[in-house]
């Protein structure tokens, strides 16, 4: 019979209090963790991992979650017969997943409407908004009228990569892993990261701009969480590989779809609708512990 896997990473050695903890809850669902590795240290995380003697539900997984977190402690929940050297594929969302912001609240703050722009985000990235399409078009309406320098002012001084973002990608491609960045953002932003960083591909959507300033439109079909997943499933399609080939990456619920299914799925610093439904949830871990889940 083949086992579920849990994964705990931590910037810290495992607690052996946690770890009481973790299978004290366990045993009140009627499982058991048995101890796969001793604990080992990679680089500057830590990391243990145990078997589960059945499938937890979502609600469970939470709570062991939870329990982690207080202990600064990042939790995975690994597929059976989950084999490392068949993931081929990183796709990963921009906006608040590679990158510390969301570039259309900066690009709003030079009209003054970054609060009004960043309540929809919020709202669409918990879930509230279902509609990504018209979430984006309402908000990109805002942007009427602001210079197109604007765009690489925010690239220049607010844009950063989240902790770990580099060492993700430079170590996916030492994999030979290929890289998508897949955003509801824009061009302008993903194509700089794929020129700095190498990326294979990236898909996002064009803002318009006449005369050196935004129109408040998108230019052609719009980006959204069912077409992040079609370029997902079109690329490990072209690639020879299919979804269970890929660890997918998202902060948002626009980016569940593109992650239901694959072999991995990784939310960083995610909104709860987001976490409940992933297999990894990295709070205190940086994005390239990823790559322990790969090892």
Known sequence: MSYQSLVAISQSPISEKMVFELKDHASKFGASLHTSDSQTTHGHYHLASWEISQHLDSPQRQLLRGIASSFYTDLCFLKPKFQPSAIKVLAMDMDSTLINIECIDEIADFTGKKSAVAQITEATMRGEIKDFKE???????????????????????????????????AGAHERGIYTLLVSGGFTFFTEKLREQFGLKQTQANTLEIIDGKLTGKVIGEIVDGMAKAAYLDQTCLELGYTKENAIAMGDGANDLIMMNGSGISVAYKAKPVVKEKTDAAFDHVGLDAALLLLA
């Open 135 to 169: 979430s984006l078009r309402r908000r990109v309406a805002l942007l009427e009228g602001v210079s197109a320098d604007s765009l690489e002012s925010v690239y220049r001084e607010r844009l950063r990569l989240n902790p770990g973002a580099a060492e993700l990608l």
